[in-house]
C-alpha cells in the first residue's frame, strides 16, 4: 500500500527517465490525471493514456527527451507531506529554478502552475515541483 500517491507518481516517472524508458505505467486517480495533465501541458511529458489491467485503471505516461537521451524532467520534489502540509499565499508562491521548472499547487479553483495561482491571485497548498 502506497501512502503517498504523488510521490510514488514522481519517483516512478524520474526513475523510468533516467532508465530512458518510452513509457512508464502508474495507478490511476483524478489528482493524478490533473497532475499529467499539467505537466503536458508545460511540456514534461508527451501524454498519457488510461488503460485497465486486470481490473485495474492504469495511466500510462510517454515520456519525453531532448535529444536521444536527455530526459524533459531533471528532477522532482513532493513539497507538502502527508505528515507536513505546506500552504502559501498569494505572495508566497515559490518559484522553481528562476521559472525553468514549474510547481503545482492546489487551489480552491482546482490544481494550477505557480504562474497561473499567480494570476489568479490564489495561494494554496504546494503539491510539488518539477523541472
Known sequence: ???DPIADLLVRIQNAARRRHETVSVP???L????????QAEGFIHGFEEETVDGHRSLRVQLRYIGEDQPMITG???ISKPGRRVYVGKQGI??????IGVSILSTSKGLM???QSRRAGLGG???C???
Open 1 to 3: 500500500m502506497v501512502t
Open 28 to 30: 490511476a486517480s483524478r
Open 32 to 39: 493524478k490525471r490533473e497532475i499529467l495533465k499539467i505537466l
Open 76 to 78: 522532482t520534489k513532493r
Open 94 to 99: 515559490p518559484k522553481v529554478r528562476n521559472g
Open 113 to 115: 502552475t505557480d504562474q
Open 125 to 127: 497548498e504546494v503539491l
Open 129 to 131: 515541483s518539477v523541472w
